[in-house]
RNA sequence: GGAGGGAUGGCAGAGUGGACGAUUGCGACGGUCUUGAAAACCGUUGAGGUGCAAGCCUCCGGGGGUUCGAAUCCCCCUCCCUCCGCCA
């Protein structure tokens, strides 16, 4: 939720940051008539509150003196003005709701260090590491779901037939190699990051916290009965940890990591990505968040890209990292970098980590503030998250590049120790 | 799922219709004293809205109601605790 303030202020800027991403200024005017609005009503009502206390203080006054008979015209004065001020109270709600609905659904202001663009083919390619088109072999170009069903470690038919399609079954070395993808992950950041493992259903208000409701709704799993989500993320409780809480300057920057199962409806991607583990409704994932001061947050972001990649170079893969333009930005995202993996099996980079900066976007929804630096006041946090591992598109990449001419699957190094000391699958 | 008890400032804990945004204690911060510290003593110390400012307004778990006036009375909801039931 961007800070009303900035629609007063630097009404603007504003109208700039959103058009650059494609936003409609429609909306923009309709918060700036609704602040006035809401603000116009307020400053009636209360000067009529004002008003209706003055006169019961008098009233409570003239009863401890015994004169009750006196009180009588004050009552009848102060109920009169107690019926107005009811109804601009009424009025000062409906605006007040419509502004926040309003608010809740407008997108982040992009970085000014975000590229220019509309699409995802405009993200700039910031680094490609790792990368030899011509050092595939035929080996290599196997789709993983073929080489992960002739080695028996993924089992997506039977995986479909529990849950339906994009629902997929690992086993044997297939299923341990999720749990030591996750470990590995969690492993590499407990010198910094405080391990938690979250409810993977939520409230309602924890969604709306990350962004990912009222806008999105049709994303997620929700389960009807008792009102609660499936989280799409960990960053969706891990940035409800702190809600409603002041941090403590000093506490700052706060990092925490999570490894959770993850939901996703992928609504609008019906038919796309079906094969293998390209795009799964169900999946594991280990994610890294930071709440931070806004002078801290550039730091962070970096370091968090840092882990996050050096993990996908430590087991052998190929990556760029990109740098999504404003027209690509997730909704709640000021700057966003993401990291594809090359699979040479599909020939396709897939996207298994998205690093971002949301400011005080999220912080703002979720009342996150920190007591400032001078002692006095309080300012609204920054957060920031991203992958460290996500596990089905790391996996076939894995599967893909070290697949060998015999048809078995090469373990990284770093990998071994997790499972069992196993080098080589199949 | 049933029955009862709770929810007040950073924490503990008073307050059952009127001068209460809230007694007090602890903590924290500033000062006096001290070579320095501790102790003692003095003072300060919640969050937000609006306004140039003075000020005004909101917030005692959330929402509704009664009243001239609600932390306090009534209704609904959420959460926590105890007991019973069920259970990995």
């Not at 008098?58 to 009863?63: C, D, H, N, R, S």
């Not at 490894?259 to 293998?276: N, Q, V």
């Amino acid at each position: 939720m961007l800070d009303i303030r900035l629609f007063r202020n630097e009404l603007e800027q504003v109208r700039a940051g959103l058009s650059r991403r494609g936003e409609s200024s429609e909306s923009v005017d309709a918060v700036v008539r609704l602040d006035d609005e809401v603000r116009r009503i307020n400053t009636e009502r209360d000067e009529l509150r004002s008003r209706i206390r003055a006169l019961s203080n008098e009233v409570g006054q003239l009863m401890r003196d015994g004169l009750k008979d006196e009180a009588g015209d004050l009552q009848a004065e102060s109920r009169e003005l107690g019926a107005q001020e009811k109804q601009l109270d009424a009025a000062s709600d409906a605006a007040a709701h419509e502004l926040r609905e309003l608010l809740l659904r407008l997108p982040n202001l992009p970085s000014d260090d975000a590229p220019d663009g509309s699409t995802e083919h405009d993200n700039v390619v910031a680094r490609v590491e790792n990368y030899d088109p011509g050092s595939y072999a035929d080996h290599q170009r196997v789709p993983h779901w073929e080489t992960g069903e002739a080695l028996g470690i993924l089992d997506v038919e039977r995986g479909v037939k529990m849950s339906g399609s994009m629902f997929v079954m690992y086993r044997k070395a297939g299923a341990a190699m999720v749990r030591a993808l996750c470990q590995l992950a969690l492993d590499r950041n407990a010198d910094l990051y405080e391990e938690v493992r979250p409810p993977t259903l939520v409230r309602a208000d924890t969604m709306v916290s990350t962004g990912h409701l009222p806008k999105f709704a049709d994303d997620a799993y929700h389960l009807e009965r008792d009102d609660l989500y499936a989280i799409p993320t960990a960053e969706v409780p891990l940035t409800s940890l702190a809600r409603d809480e002041i941090l403590d300057h000093a506490a700052l920057p706060a990092r925490y990591m999570a490894h959770t199962s993850c939901f996703r409806r992928e609504a609008g991607s019906a038919g796309k990505d079906t094969r293998g583990l390209l795009r799964v409704h169900e999946f594991d994932k280990v994610e890294l968040l930071a709440y931070t001061t806004a002078e801290q947050a550039p730091a962070l972001h970096r370091e968090i890209l840092d882990r996050a990649e050096a993990l996908i170079r430590d087991l052998g893969l190929a990556y760029r990292i990109l740098d999504l333009c404003a027209g690509d930005l997730g909704n709640s995202s000021r700057r966003t970098f993401d990291i594809e993996v090359y699979a040479p099996g599909v020939d396709r980079w897939l996207e298994v980590s998205s690093v971002s900066w949301f400011g005080d976007y999220q912080a703002r929804r979720a009342n996150i503030r920190h007591r400032s630096a001078e002692g006095k006041g309080t300012e609204v946090c920054h957060t920031l998250n991203g992958s460290a591992l996500a596990v089905p598109r790391v996996w076939a990449g894995i599967v893909e590049t070290h697949r060998q001419p015999d048809g078995s699957v090469a373990v990284p190094e770093v990998l071994q120790p997790y499972l069992r000391g196993l080098t080589r699958i199949g």
